[in-house]
């Protein structure tokens, strides 16, 4: 597939072979439509800046021979972020009146991380097609960069939106968490270190060995479009806590909500 995460592919092969190292089977390799994998996306909330009718605010990009190639917009993760985009841009209007014009009629708006999928999927064939640059949280890069040095490996790797993922050793399993009062199990894989931390921390008295490990959004992605193992059906993408609170302010009926709560962890192997 096209990357969904403009930034770089460089993790895209990385993160698909280390999750489907740690959970190969004898499944046959079946594609999860598209559709459940919307569903999937679904539950993390990302950020446009779109003016009135709901346009996003976008640049040409040049493609190949100089022709013109579609264009791009910023896709943020941080509500924050966007808006503060916005306020630079109004702090530069007074030295651009063509600017000032644009600027004061742009907002933030949410849209599920899945609609974004779903419109690169629609349009990948399109030359001129509208491309998402991916705008990760800086705090969440400097942990992922912080957690591949401690393990080793290199910094450069991390071009795409960072996933926080933990297993109950290097070589063993992503630890899975029971899903309110019920039995029902989940994988949850964090867009958060600190949710990531929190589930360590739960794990370490009994797994001493558990730690996190840095994944990608684009190898998971491709690992859902790629495989059919049972596993699949139970990954749970979780938004961090700023995201969280703004999907609890949402009337009920026009957001997904995930009901999973990444608290109670799971003793199996």
């Known amino acids: 597939m096209k ?26 390799v079946l594609a999860l439509s598209d559709q459940q994998i ?36 910023g896709v943020y993760l941080s509500q924050q972020d966007a808006q503060s985009f916005i306020n630079d841009l109004r702090n530069l209007k007074n030295k651009d009146p063509k600017l000032a014009e644009i600027v004061k009629t742009l907002q933030v708006t949410a849209v599920p991380l899945g609609v974004i999928y779903q419109q690169t999927q629609q349009t990948k064939n399109q030359p001129n097609r509208l491309l998402f640059a991916f705008k990760p949280v800086d705090q969440e890069m400097k942990g992922a960069m912080e957690l ?3 393990s080793g490996q290199s910094v450069q790797q991390l071009k795409s939106i960072p996933v926080f993922a933990v ?47 840095v994944i990608d959004v684009d190898g998971v992605i491709q690992t ?34 995930s009901s999973a709560t990444p608290t109670t962890p799971s003793s199996k192997k």
Do not use: M
Not at 6 to 28: D, E, K, M, Q
Not at 55 to 66: A, E, F, H, Y
């Open 38 to 73: 919307k569903a999937k996306l679904d539950s993390v909330p990302v950020f446009l800046i779109t003016n009135p009718q709901g346009l996003p605010l976008s640049q040409p990009v040049q493609g190949q021979n100089g022709q013109k190639g579609g264009s791009v917009t």
């Open 224 to 257: 859902l479009q790629q495989k059919n193992d049972p596993w699949l059906n139970q990954v749970v993408l979780f938004p961090d806590k700023a995201a969280r609170e703004y999907i609890q302010k949402l009337p009920r009926n026009n957001t997904s909500r």
């Open 167 to 213: 297993r109950f050793a290097p070589d063993k399993g992503y630890v899975p968490i029971k899903v309110g009062s019920s039995s029902q199990e989940i994988i949850p894989l964090f867009l958060s270190e600190e949710d990531a931390k929190n589930l360590l921390n739960q794990v370490k008295p009994k797994f001493p060995k558990a730690d996190i490990q």
């Open 3 to 28: 990357s969904l995460v403009r930034r770089g592919t460089a993790l895209t092969l990385i993160g698909s072979t280390l999750l489907a190292t740690v959970f190969s089977g004898n499944s046959p």
């Open 148 to 150: 591949l040095r401690a």
